[in-house]
């Protein structure tokens, strides 16, 4: 089946500071790739969707401008959380589209960020 | 608007069967996803109805219903292990995923 790496797994940062976020897939070409984010005991909430070699789409209420999105090649996607505060400690989710057959996303196993 | 709507928390005692609903109203309809999702992990697939009527994969069944906006994921002979929330997802005309906010299932020897 379709693997989506997503690296790293936990990072802790201090505040203020950025961190990068990757997500891959693996065996297949991805043409659509998401990013989710999770606090604890709540559903997932998209953040924004990517299109390979275009700007991404944020969903409303997203600051483009702390939540940078690079999708560089068909494999890979990037989020880069800027100037990080404790707030935005959470689950980060990515997950790949092939646009084809059904559509499905696949996901990769989530970032956890702790902002000190 | 869209609305995806499932309850948000179930309970079931090992070995028996449980069904989590699920009715939704999105702008179009490509087809609906079930989801698990274990606490502090990504989701992972179950299961996907685009035509209506009951799926059956091992344990798991899913079923859908077009014109009633409906679907269940069933759940057989429950094992410690399925206590998860199970995600809802329809994908809209534009083949983006609406979300459910999930149901927590909690099984109980």
């Known amino acids: 089946g379709a693997v989506v790496s997503q690296h790293p797994s936990r990072v802790i940062c201090k505040s203020g500071t950025s961190v990068k976020i990757e997500c891959r897939s693996l065996d297949f070409q991805a043409t659509t790739m998401f990013w989710y984010r999770q606090f604890p005991k709540q559903s997932l909430m998209l953040m924004a969707t990517s299109n390979e070699g275009s700007k991404a789409t944020y969903e409303q209420g997203v600051e483009k401008d702390k939540f940078l999105i690079n999708h560089a090649s068909l494999t890979l996607s990037t989020l880069t959380v800027t100037s990080a505060h404790p707030e935005d400690s959470s689950f980060y989710i990515c997950?790949?589209?092939?646009?084809?057959?059904?559509?499905?996303?696949?996901f990769g196993p989530g970032t956890r960020l702790t902002v000190t | 608007g869209q609305n995806i709507d499932q309850p948000t928390e179930m309970t079931a005692t090992e070995g028996a069967i449980v069904q989590i609903n699920c009715t939704y109203q999105t702008s179009g309809f490509n087809g609906l996803f079930w989801y698990q999702q274990h606490a502090g992990e990504a989701p992972t697939f179950l299961s996907y109805n685009v035509l209506d009527g009951l799926e059956e994969k091992g344990r798991f069944s899913s079923f859908l219903s077009r014109s009633k906006g409906y679907s269940y994921l069933l759940l057989k002979e429950l094992q410690m292990k399925d206590s998860a929330s199970y995600l809802c997802a329809v994908m809209d005309s534009n083949y983006q995923l609406i979300w459910g906010a999930g149901t927590k299932l909690i099984i109980k020897p």
């Open positions: 997950s790949a589209r092939e646009d084809s057959g059904y559509y499905e996303q696949y």
